[in-house]
């Protein structure tokens, strides 16, 4: 199928890619100049696995193409997904304004049916909205459709998430449209859901807060199982034993973070307040998560006393492993939070240095995760990368000025830790 995509950032650029993968022709669409030439040229703006690789083998194949041109996309595919930022305004809403630009965009360029797909997650309604702008905007008197088709892949699994969804929701206002995105959808093998566009929007929402409440639910169980000696893993294993509850994302941690759930939490929080319900619930998620991190960082102050000039080591920069995005990154917080308790940071991550370094000042960047501990009082893991849980823990004792580990993540066993010789800090054990 023709297909174009608006917005190439992780959501826009993977869903793109996918799609030209499974033998769609797909035009990717992006008003950043300097980012359409470097994926005219092969390069990949973000890390995400396999998706240089697949950028170019399709690039290659003639699948894929990129250009600043929104009217070249949409006179040259049958269907248009919209895949721009909507991030947060300051009091917690989100702001619409690229979705409202790119829909203008698009009307101004129709001269045939065209099928819209929003895959940004919109605060519900939002389709009709959109429908109306590009009924207003649109010079031509052709016809067209509005479709919700929220996006649910995590970053760091984007491309495995997309090739094998768990399902597809496409939201609707008539069945003209249901045809050709079950098309788009065919190659995939996942259960589609054929519903109206304000649940579609709602079930993005929804299920973001959901799993950010799970999170916090167990990081308030790894409270009481610190308060009593019990393991919040033992816990979350006995838990997620019961189908109705599931063992993922009962990974208690210093708490939550990314470009996703905190801002969806925020904007769910005020899409309810807007239709007068006060989600105290979610409130609470919230609440649990930034004690999760003063609950944290207090473990080190009480463990280290002074934190002024010590020397502290940081495994972790990015917000979660298998990426290099640091947005809202928890290890990031926890690195200002250490500096203005006057700490003196070396820090390592295995993807995201260099997008830290604008964001960190004054912090030594060492050159491998083992090489981090070098003459530091502490060592603390941010960020539950794989590789970590490989780490010479022996050089790293002797590296120590102290053997003092505090994991954000729960990598290591604890008893193990011990016998090694660390005084070690976990969460929840
Ligand atoms: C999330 C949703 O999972 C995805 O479906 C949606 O499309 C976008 O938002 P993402 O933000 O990429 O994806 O990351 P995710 O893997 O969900 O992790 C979010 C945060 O929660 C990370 O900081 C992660 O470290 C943390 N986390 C996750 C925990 O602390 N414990 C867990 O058990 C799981």
Redesign the pocket.
């Known amino acids: 199928m023709k297909l174009t995509i608006i917005g190439t950032g992780y959501v826009g650029l993977v869903t793109g890619t996918c799609f030209a993968e499974v033998g769609h022709r797909v035009i990717c669409v992006d008003n950043d100049p300097d980012k359409v030439k470097t994926l005219q040229q092969g390069g990949i703006p973000i890390y995400e696995p396999r998706l240089e690789e697949l950028v170019r083998r399709n690039t290659e194949a003639g699948r894929l193409s990129f250009t600043t041109s929104t009217a070249e996309g949409v006179e040259n595919s049958d269907i248009v997904f919209i895949a721009v930022p909507t991030p947060p305004l300051a009091d917690g809403s989100v702001d619409l304004s690229f979705i409202e630009r790119v829909a203008r965009d698009i009307a101004g360029a129709m001269t045939a049916y065209k099928i819209v797909v929003d895959k940004s997650t919109v605060p519900v309604r939002t389709g009709d909205q959109v429908a109306e702008t590009i009924k207003r905007y649109c010079k031509a008197q052709v016809e067209f459709d509005v479709v919700s088709n929220p996006?649910?892949?995590?970053?760091?699994f984007a491309v495995e998430d997309l090739m094998n969804p768990d399902r597809i929701v496409i939201g609707v206002r008539s069945q003209r449209p249901v045809a050709a995105l079950r098309e788009v959808y065919s190659p995939f093998k996942a259960p589609v859901i054929v519903t109206d566009i304000n649940s579609a929007e709602l079930i993005k929402h929804a299920?973001?807060s959901f799993?950010a409440l799970k999170?916090s639910y167990?990081n308030a169980i790894a409270v009481l199982c610190e308060a009593t000696g019990a393991n919040v893993q033992e816990v979350a294993n006995g838990m997620g034993m019961d189908d109705r509850i599931g063992r993922?994302?009962?990974?208690?941690?210093l708490?939550?973070?990314?470009?996703?759930?905190p801002k969806?939490l925020s904007a769910f929080i005020k899409i309810a307040e807007q239709v007068g319900y006060d989600f105290g619930l979610l409130k609470e998620v919230q609440k649990v998560n930034t004690q999760q991190m003063n609950r944290f960082l207090k473990k080190i102050v009480d463990t280290l006393w002074v934190l002024k000039d010590k020397k502290i080591a940081v495994l972790g920069l990015a917000?979660?492993q298998n990426t290099d995005d640091i947005r809202m990154s928890?290890a990031i917080e926890l690195c200002h939070r250490l500096q203005k308790e006057g700490a003196i940071l070396t820090v390592y991550d295995p993807k995201a240095m260099d997008k830290a370094r604008s964001v960190l000042k004054d912090v030594r960047f060492a050159e491998d995760m083992n090489a981090v501990a070098e003459g530091c009082d502490a060592i603390v893991i941010a960020t539950?990368w794989d590789e970590f849980k490989k780490l010479d823990l022996d050089r790293v004792r002797k590296t120590l000025t102290h053997p003092i580990l505090f994991d954000g993540r729960n990598l290591f066993d604890p008893a193990e830790m011990e016998r090694l010789g660390f005084i070690y800090k976990s969460v929840g054990r």
Do not use: V, Y
């Open positions: 996006e649910f892949l995590r970053e760091g299920s973001n799993l999170i167990i993922r994302f009962l990974d208690a941690s708490g939550f973070g990314g470009s996703c759930f969806d917000f979660k928890p539950e």
